[in-house]
């Protein structure tokens, strides 16, 4: 067991970046030629380090994708410290942080509102980045829109050692997972079983990692059944019982995992609209299944528990076991040119800032927090909200408070006195907007959210 001094000196923290940034801007704002220059510094050993740099460049091409000339380099140095891995963002907050800053500079030389200059530049549903991304549900724009609107009615205050300031930045981030960050695929599966008193047991291989994914797909598997959340059960993280899922990374969960059980409740579904327009003498076509009935459109008197239709459906000998597979199947990116489709979908987001600069310190407070995220459908909205107020906070320390300080390879500061992460004390008037963009690929149009919320903090 590691004590805390070990735990700072000997395990894995975010890759740390230098960045070079050379921008060529039209004259009516549209951006026409970048270059991204990208030092990463690898530590002493190799862990995701060349996939989170080329993930970084991936982001930086994604990101205003229309932009028609772009050139990037990306060096993994090894040093004499600790060693990077895999942490939210995966290289994304690093690159946005750059690029978002440049923006503003940009806006700032040409006399372009900072707003302005981003939906300009913004991406779109249904376009084709220069470098083969294909974005299908896109609210960039919207997200901007909302995110901005919001801090800009409230009133900045100064006073004589103070001044207020408002910061806009946004992000684009993978919706479905990927192909390339551990392995070449990207797949989920899930089980299904109705049970004869209408209840019904999903077996998935998704990982809860306190993020409410189990609460998420047993919400789809309810929808998908036409069934009451209580009556559904959900079994996970046991792999005697449970069948293949990549993993929770990328943002994949809600899409993937989601995709898998919306087929297998699907598959079951069909067959108990069979039997219950053979119970209810109508056309499988005219029967809707919710909260726990089955009944036939336009006649409301006619109606039938699903328990009963299960239990119909065994008497005949019907099976109501399913399995529903998602496979991620966009080719793999081009080893030598870097072009290609990173995922199935992407997220979008905006935030926006108010923030208080106390002029003789340089201390800095956020006072006012607006985030827009596009979610494609948002399938449970207090878990939604969640994974961003948290992302906040978490990004809010990346950007002010936390920092490991090495002296000749030696670190300075491992314990909880000296790196400072923020506390409930430091958390800042938060609002959340979600935005559906309804992805045509998601289930029910839902995507992923989870990285997305830290990435533009900075």
């Known amino acids: 067991v590691n004590t805390r001094e070990e735990e700072f000196k000997t395990t894995r923290q975010r890759h740390p970046f ?18 991204s220059r990208m030092i990463v510094d690898n530590g002493a050993y190799n862990c995701h380090g060349p996939r989170i740099t080329s993930g970084a460049a991936g982001k930086f091409t994604t990101l205003y994708g229309r932009c028609p000339n772009l050139k990037v380099e990306g060096i993994l140095v090894y040093t004499n410290k600790n060693y990077g891995g895999a942490f939210r963002g995966y290289g994304n907050p690093q690159i946005t942080f750059a690029v978002e800053s440049q923006l503003d500079m940009i806006a700032h030389r040409m006399g372009i509102p900072s707003k302005e200059l981003r939906l300009i530049n913004a991406d779109v549903e249904n376009m084709t980045t220069t470098c083969g991304a294909k974005i299908t549900s896109c609210a960039m724009k919207e997200c901007i829109e909302k995110a901005a609107g919001a801090v800009e009615i409230i009133k900045k205050e100064h006073t004589e050692e103070t001044r207020q300031g408002i910061g806009l930045a946004t992000m684009i981030h993978s ?156 080719p793999p990116i081009d080893p030598k040119t870097g072009y290609g489709n990173y995922t199935l979908s992407y997220s979008f987001a905006a935030h926006a800032v108010r923030v208080e600069v106390h002029l003789k310190t340089g201390r800095l407070k956020v006072l006012d927090y607006v985030a827009a995220h596009d979610v494609g459908r948002t399938v449970n909205k207090l878990t939604a909200e969640g994974q961003v107020e948290g992302a906040i906070m978490q990004g809010i320390g990346y950007a002010m408070t936390e920092h490991i300080g090495f002296e000749n390879g030696v670190i300075k500061n491992a314990d909880f006195f ?24 998601g289930p029910f149009g839902a995507k992923g959210l989870a990285e997305p919320g830290l990435v533009p903090v900075a």
Not at 224 to 240: H, Y
Not at 418 to 441: H, Q
Request: a negative charge; hydrophobic letters at 45%; aromatic letters at 6%.
């Open 18 to 35: 230098i960045i070079r940034l050379k921008t060529g801007v039209k004259s009516d704002g549209r951006l026409w030629a970048r270059e």
């Open 175 to 330: 919706a479905a997972g990927s192909k390339g960050a551990f392995v070449n695929f990207n797949i989920s599966e899930a089980f299904m079983k109705m049970n004869l008193d209408g209840t019904v047991d999903v077996f998935t291989g998704a990982g809860e990692t306190g993020q409410g994914s189990l609460t998420v797909l047993a919400q789809i598997a309810a929808e998908a059944l036409g069934l009451p959340l209580d009556k559904v059960r959900m079994v996970a993280s046991d792999t005697d019982l449970t069948p293949f899922d990549l993993g929770a990374y990328a943002c994949r969960t809600t899409f993937m995992a989601g995709n898998a059980v919306k087929r297998a409740g699907d598959e079951i579904r069909s067959q108990l609209l069979k039997v219950a327009a053979e119970a209810l003498e109508a056309n499988p076509a005219d029967i809707r299944m919710r909260d726990g009935m089955a009944f036939v459109v336009g006649s409301p008197d006619r109606t039938i528990t699903l328990e009963n239709v299960v239990n119909l459906a065994y008497v005949k000998g019907i099976s109501l076991v399913s399995k529903g597979v998602f496979v991620s199947d966009q």
């Open 418 to 441: 000296n790196y400072r992460i923020p506390t409930a004390l430091d958390v800042p008037n938060m609002k959340v907007m979600l935005i559906e963009s309804v992805d045509p690929l």
